[in-house]
T-cell receptor, first 110, second 114 residues
Framework: GIQVEQSPPDLILQEGANSTLRCNFS?????LQWFHQNPWGQLINLFY???GTKQNGRLSATTVATERYSLLYISSSQTTDSGVYFC????????????FGTGTRLQVTL | NAGVTQTPKFRILKIGQSMTLQCAQD?????MYWYRQDPGMGLKLIYY???????DKGEVPNGYNVSRSTTEDFPLRLELAAPSQTSVYFC?????????????FGPGTRLTVT
């Protein structure tokens, strides 16, 4: 099945800093989603982005499907951005079953 | 629309007990999925369904059963609960017939087996 790898595994930022999270995947995809899991365990859907670029406030994401990677940009980070960021992908023709990466744990400090 | 709903939010089971985790969606989605998330890990697929009456195993199906008698509901049954099933369970759904493959997730059920 498809492999999904995320980097870095851990990230500590000061409030106001910018960051880039990376997701590599091993196959052609029909779905690529980024999630934020907050400290209470809630899974928040950030982006559905199998290709192209999207922006939502301080967050943006880019997927280069031909090179099999996606990037999540967080600008002017805030303490509420802390938590774990997951990338998940489904390969084309697989009933859209998502495979999740192991996540990037982000801690934003004052 | 309520989206994807799950009940209960929390549950503690004793070893050997059984229970059913409920999942419902009101978006008329054909595809539904059950994932589990162990502490510190990403989610893994347990079972999925591509329509009423059709289910199939995912990556980690052992110890679970599912049924899909209606489009709206996709319950997950745990028989003979074991400590290894302590996890957070997420249900998700996806519409079909379009080029949009975004999955919508429920809030999760936190299960502890002791």
């Amino acid at each position: 099945g498809i492999q999904v790898e995320q980097s870095p595994p851990d990230l500590i930022l000061q409030e106001g800093a910018n960051s880039t999270l990376r997701c590599n995947f091993s196959d052609s995809v029909n779905n690529l989603q980024w999630f934020h899991q907050n400290p209470w365990g809630q899974l928040i859907n950030l982006f559905y982005i199998p290709s192209g670029t999207k922006q939502n406030g301080r967050l943006s994401a880019t997927t280069v499907a031909t090179e099999r990677y996606s990037l999540l940009y967080i600008s002017s980070s805030q303490t509420t951005d802390s938590g774990v960021y997951f990338c998940a992908a489904s390969a084309t023709g697989t009933a859209s079953k998502l495979t999740f990466g192991t996540g990037t744990r982000l801690q934003v400090t004052l | 629309n309520a989206g994807v709903t799950q009940t209960p939010k929390f549950r503690i089971l004793k070893i050997g007990q059984s229970m059913t985790l409920q999942c419902a969606q009101d978006m008329n989605h054909n595809y539904m999925y059950w994932y589990r998330q162990d502490p510190g890990m990403g989610l893994k697929l347990i079972y999925y369904s591509v329509g009423a009456g059709i289910t199939d195993k995912g990556e980690v199906p052992n110890g679970y059963n599912v049924s899909r008698s209606t489009t709206e509901d996709f319950p997950l049954r745990l028989e003979l609960a074991a400590p290894s099933q302590t996890s957070v369970y997420f249900c998700a759904s996806l519409g079909s017939g379009t080029q949009d493959y975004e999955q919508y997730f429920g809030p999760g059920t936190r299960l502890t087996v002791t």
